[in-house]
C-alpha cells in the first residue's frame, strides 16, 4: 500500500511540472511577388506570397490563419480573394494585370484569433506593371520654324494600345527621326535619346526645315543631311 502511495505521489509530481506550450501567435508577416515585373493586356501572372511566423519561438508552423487579398481593380485581379495558411504558415495568390501600367499596392491583412485575444495585421507589397508594345505616337511637339543655323527641341510622346505612356520605368524604347530641308543641310544632332522618364523623346535639330518622323522602337534613329 505503501508503495501505491509513493507512485501516486511521483505521478502528481510530474503532472504539475507539465504545463501547456503557450500558442503560436503570427506577428510576424512577410510578403512577395515572384515576379518584378508584369505586362499589361498579358497572360502573364504574378504569385503572391505570404509568410507568416511566431516572432518569440521563431517557428511558421501555424496554419489556418485568415489572409485577405486586396487590389486596386484598375491595376488587376488578385485571386483567392481570403484563404488561410498551411501547416507551414504559408499562403498564396495570384495577380493578374489588367491594362493600366503603374505600381499596384497588393495589401493583405492577416487575421488571427486566439486564447489570448485577436491579431489582425496589414502587410503591403508593389507589383510593377509595364506598358505594352508602343502602338502609336500621342503628340509632338516642336518649332515649326527655325532660324538657319538655329535648333529646336523635337518631344515625342509614345503611347501603347491602351493608353499608357511609353516610359523607361524597366525597358526604354527608341524612336527613329528623319527631316529634310530646301538646302539638304538640315540634320539631327546626336544620335539616339532613349525614352525618359516624362515618358518623352527629346531631340536637338538645328537649321529651318520640315520635321518628319518615324517610330521604330529598339532601332537607332536615321537622320538626314
Not at 73 to 88: E, L, Q
Not at 192 to 208: I, Q, S
Amino acid at each position: 500500500m505503501g508503495r501505491w502511495i509513493h507512485a501516486y505521489q511521483i505521478v502528481a509530481g510530474l503532472l504539475l511540472l507539465v504545463t501547456p506550450a503557450a500558442a503560436l501567435i503570427p506577428d510576424t508577416v512577410e510578403i512577395s511577388t515572384d515576379t518584378e515585373w508584369l505586362t499589361v493586356g498579358s497572360s502573364d501572372t504574378a504569385t503572391i506570397t505570404v509568410q507568416v511566423e511566431n516572432s518569440t519561438s521563431g517557428s511558421t508552423l501555424i496554419g489556418r490563419t485568415t489572409i485577405e487579398f486586396a487590389v486596386d481593380s484598375t491595376f488587376g485581379s488578385i485571386t483567392p480573394a481570403v484563404t488561410t495558411t498551411d501547416a507551414t504558415g504559408m499562403a498564396t495568390a495570384v495577380f493578374t494585370p489588367a491594362t493600366a501600367s503603374g505600381t499596384a499596392p497588393i495589401t493583405v491583412t492577416v487575421s488571427y484569433r486566439g486564447e489570448e485575444g485577436a491579431l489582425v495585421q496589414t502587410k503591403t507589397v508593389m507589383q510593377q506593371i509595364d506598358h505594352a508594345a508602343p502602338y502609336r505616337i500621342e503628340n509632338i511637339w516642336y518649332e515649326s520654324e527655325v532660324t538657319v543655323g538655329g535648333t529646336t527641341d523635337i518631344a515625342v510622346r509614345m503611347v501603347d494600345r491602351y493608353g499608357n505612356p511609353v516610359d523607361n520605368r524597366n525597358v526604354a524604347e527608341t524612336v527613329g527621326f528623319m527631316v529634310g530641308s530646301p538646302s539638304g543641310n538640315a540634320a539631327f544632332g546626336g544620335a539616339d535619346v532613349d525614352v525618359d522618364a516624362c515618358r518623352e523623346r527629346h531631340h536637338n535639330t538645328p537649321g529651318r526645315h520640315a520635321a518628319g518622323r518615324e517610330h521604330r522602337p529598339g532601332k537607332p534613329a536615321r537622320t538626314a543631311a
